[in-house]
């Protein structure tokens, strides 16, 4: 099972995250109690390549093989994604 933490703890942990993810583990990354993104293994990133699709391929790729999975499809595509943050800009 993958560890679960925060955007902050990341920040703070950042080298033992890495040697974690080098031991072959998987660290889910929270932001608001909402899973975000994973570290893991460099070489699990060609398997999830290959079951996507192939790289940009996105959840799109997983669709297909089961009924109303065409109007899965275009759902994602008409969903909006947000729009980019802007950076914090500190004043020093």
Excluded: D, N, Y
């Excluded at 290959?50 to 499809?73: D, N, T």
């Amino acid at each position: 099972m993958a560890r679960t933490m925060t955007a902050a703890q990341m920040r703070a942990g950042l080298a033992e995250c890495l040697r974690r993810a080098e031991r072959g583990e998987e660290i889910v990354i929270c932001r608001h109690g909402k899973p975000v993104a994973v570290l893991g293994p460099v070489e699990h990133v060609g398997a999830i390549a290959e079951i996507r699709g192939g790289a940009g391929a996105g959840l799109a790729a997983l669709a297909g093989g089961w009924k109303g999975s065409e109007e899965f499809v275009r759902t994602l595509g008409r969903t909006r994604r947000s729009p980019a943050r802007r950076p914090v800009r500190l004043e020093g």
